[in-house]
């Protein structure tokens, strides 16, 4: 199947940037914007302030190779794509982040992909996935795998399956806002984002939300039944997610930030993330301030309604300086 790249990289897509104008920064504007002689396309505050790692909804910038159109110079950028090694190469130099993804364009079949894999110890191989299946089989009923799913109601419960597991794990519980999970609904709203899950015997027992753009999908949240933790449902989910990214003749499969072990079983490539450019002073004393504030909170109840606050009070405005309520 044809694999045929978009005009712009998914996060900087008009459905995604769009979403994130519409939902968080109605005040910015689409632009063009370029640091230290890197172009990328993201959302400008004022006259030189990019939108880039954004705490809510983190995502990442990919340096674009178009030069014939006027470019505002800004002097910061976070979260820049700076290179794409191999997923061999996991070192991360010191103010860089990892993202594993599969280049489906340097694999030639499912089965040779499969073989191939070298799981990192403790994490599933593709033999142990294929027996939990069986196993799921036998005690629930027979697995069926769906994807591109929009419902609403999908979406709910994934959503409240992750943030039952942010609190049970005291992580930074981004879905304990509403805002934020109602971001969620609007990129399916948008075409942006669609559900996938795995049923056994009719039931639900895990799922994906996945953002699909330029022939890429970008695997944001993945979560199951934390009472069937036992069988492993995760894992089988994700075999067979990336079975159907295959299928569909997607460029690639992308996990996104982390490097939690299971990504380097699947993973064929990275992209090396980092900063450009120099941070403003009193954005990067904001910047400080709500991280920590968020240090303080984290998995105290309310902690994102809270950090919220702080992210209100410590805003840098260009010209305003600090945002007072």
Same mark, same amino acid.
């Given at each position: 199947?044809? &694999?045929?790249?978009?005009?712009?990289?998914?996060?900087?897509?008009?459905?995604?940037?769009?979403?994130?104008?519409?939902?968080?920064?109605?005040?910015?504007?689409?632009?063009?914007?370029?640091?230290?002689?890197?172009?990328?396309?993201?959302?400008?505050?004022?006259?030189?302030?990019?939108?880039?790692?954004?705490?809510?909804?983190?995502?990442?910038?990919?340096?674009?190779?178009?030069?014939?159109?006027?470019?505002?110079?800004?002097?910061?950028?976070?979260?820049?794509?700076?290179?794409?090694?191999?997923?061999?190469? &996991?070192?991360?130099?010191?103010?860089?982040? =990892?993202?594993?993804?599969?280049?489906?364009?340097?694999?030639?079949?499912?089965?040779?992909?499969?073989?191939?894999?070298?799981?990192?110890?403790?994490?599933?191989?593709?033999?142990?996935?294929?027996?939990?299946?069986?196993?799921?089989?036998?005690?629930?009923?027979?697995?069926?795998?769906?994807?591109?799913?929009?419902?609403?109601?999908?979406?709910? %419960?994934?959503?409240?399956?992750?943030?039952?597991?942010?609190?049970?794990? *005291?992580?930074?519980?981004?879905?304990?806002?509403?805002?934020?999970?109602?971001?969620?609904?609007?990129?399916?709203?948008?075409?942006?984002?669609?559900?996938?899950?795995?049923?056994? *015997?009719?039931?639900?027992?895990? *799922?994906?939300? *996945?953002?699909?753009?330029?022939?890429? %999908?970008?695997?944001?949240?993945?979560?199951?039944?934390?009472?069937?933790?036992?069988?492993?449902?995760?894992?089988?989910?994700?075999?067979?997610?990336?079975?159907?990214?295959?299928?569909?003749?997607?460029?690639?499969?992308?996990?996104?930030?982390?490097?939690?072990?299971?990504?380097?079983?699947?993973?064929?490539? =990275?992209?090396?993330?980092?900063?450009?450019?120099?941070?403003?002073?009193?954005?990067?004393?904001?910047?400080?301030?709500?991280?920590?504030?968020?240090?303080?909170?984290?998995?105290?109840?309310?902690?994102?309604?809270?950090?919220?606050?702080?992210?209100?009070?410590?805003?840098?405005?260009?010209? &305003?300086?600090?945002?007072?309520?």
């Amino acid at each position: 199947m044809a &694999r045929a790249p978009a005009e712009w990289p998914p996060w900087s897509s008009d459905e995604f940037l769009g979403a994130l104008q519409a939902w968080y920064f109605p005040d910015a504007r689409i632009a063009i914007v370029e640091c230290e002689g890197v172009r990328v396309r993201t959302l400008l505050r004022g006259s030189t302030r990019a939108v880039s790692s954004f705490w809510p909804f983190a995502f990442y910038l990919e340096p674009l190779a178009v030069d014939t159109v006027e470019a505002v110079s800004v002097p910061y950028l976070a979260d820049v794509v700076l290179s794409t090694p191999s997923a061999t190469e &996991r070192s991360a130099p010191r103010g860089t982040v =990892l993202c594993p993804y599969v280049d489906w364009r340097t694999v030639t079949s499912f089965e040779s992909y499969l073989e191939s894999r070298q799981p990192l110890p403790g994490q599933d191989s593709p033999v142990s996935i294929a027996r939990k299946a069986r196993r799921l089989e036998r005690e629930l009923g027979p697995l069926a795998f769906r994807r591109g799913i929009d419902s609403a109601t999908v979406f709910d %419960q994934l959503l409240g399956w992750k943030a039952e597991q942010f609190r049970r794990t *005291g992580g930074a519980n981004r879905l304990e806002s509403p805002h934020n999970i109602g971001f969620y609904h609007e990129l399916r709203r948008r075409g942006f984002a669609r559900a996938s899950t795995l049923e056994a *015997g009719g039931r639900v027992i895990a *799922g994906k939300i *996945g953002l699909f753009a330029g022939g890429r %999908q970008l695997s944001r949240l993945t979560v199951y039944d934390h009472s069937l933790r036992k069988l492993s449902p995760g894992s089988v989910l994700e075999l067979e997610s990336l079975r159907a990214s295959f299928d569909a003749g997607e460029l690639e499969f992308d996990f996104l930030m982390g490097t939690q072990p299971y990504k380097f079983t699947w993973a064929t490539h =990275l992209r090396r993330l980092g900063e450009l450019g120099a941070e403003p002073r009193l954005e990067r004393l904001a910047r400080n301030s709500r991280a920590q504030v968020g240090g303080f909170l984290r998995g105290k109840p309310g902690a994102v309604a809270s950090r919220e606050l702080a992210r209100r009070l410590f805003a840098f405005r260009p010209g &305003r300086g600090r945002r007072r309520l």
